[in-house]
T-cell receptor, first 114, second 109 residues
Framework: DTGVSQDPRHKITKRGQNVTFRCDPI?????LYWYRQTLGQGPEFLTY????????KSRLLSDRFSAERPKGSFSTLEIQRTEQGDSAMYLC????????????FGPGTRLTVL | AQRVTQPEKLLSVFKGAPVELKCNYS??????LFWYVQYSRQRLQLLLR??SRESIKGFTADLNKGETSFHLKKPFAQEEDSAMYYC???????????FGTGTKLQVIP
């Protein structure tokens, strides 16, 4: 286990299509986060899981976005009916409970909506 | 609401010169402050956190609650310090982390 992994690394899709991203956290980490990052901005919080429970969702996460972590291990982020404004880097991070708020980031999935 | 402000998008310094990356925050409770760094073609990683009071790679940052600042400093810049630096904030025991817009540090040889 060399760290947080994300798949795919790049995704190009047409407007209106659905896309799904996967995040595999570091195995012993029970906290998992999703962020979105656009050009010139820092990561923006989307949602957070403690084990399989989704504990917080940002207002940025519209009803077209849904995230799951069914077994408390990997997580998926789905975007339905993609829009050009969804084009961004989607980052996943994980942390163990004992680390406070230190987070370990994945490489990200870059989404381009044409 | 919690907010982090990094006023400089780009900071260019010569090798060996002192570095100060500015960060100001807004938070009503007791904040936990971090600096994250992203080197070219690498993932975002934690550089330091205020509660650790560590010096990492020669960098230090002191939390000034009066000025609501958490500036990152290094006395002598090295070329390998060139990277994107993000200041971040969360509440104690609260998991949402708010990031600033980042400052690109460019160390000129």
């Amino acid at each position: 286990d060399t760290g947080v992994s994300q798949d795919p690394r790049h995704k190009i899709t047409k407007r209106g299509q659905n896309v799904t991203f996967r995040c595999d956290p570091i195995s012993e980490h029970n906290r998992l986060y999703w962020y979105r990052q656009t050009l010139g901005q820092g990561p923006e919080f989307l949602t957070y899981f403690q084990n399989e429970a989704q504990l917080e969702k940002s207002r940025l996460l519209s009803d077209r976005f849904s995230a799951e972590r069914p077994k408390g291990s990997f997580s998926t982020l789905e975007i339905q009916r993609t829009e050009q404004g969804d084009s961004a880097m989607y980052l996943c991070a994980s942390s163990p409970t004992a680390s406070g708020n230190e987070q370990f980031f994945g490489p990200g999935t870059r989404l381009t909506v044409l | 609401a919690q907010r982090v402000t990094q006023p400089e998008k780009l900071l260019s310094v010569f090798k060996g010169a002192p570095v100060e990356l500015k960060c100001n925050y807004s938070y009503s409770g007791s904040p936990e402050l971090f600096w994250y760094v992203q080197y070219s073609r690498q993932r975002l990683q934690l550089l330091l956190r205020h509660i650790s009071r560590e010096s990492i790679k020669g960098f230090t940052a002191d939390l000034n609650k009066g000025e609501t600042s958490f500036h990152l400093k290094k006395p002598f810049a090295q070329e390998e310090d060139s990277a994107m630096y993000y200041c971040a904030l969360s509440g104690r025991g609260y998991q949402k982390v708010t990031f600033g817009t980042g400052t690109k540090l460019q160390v000129i040889p």
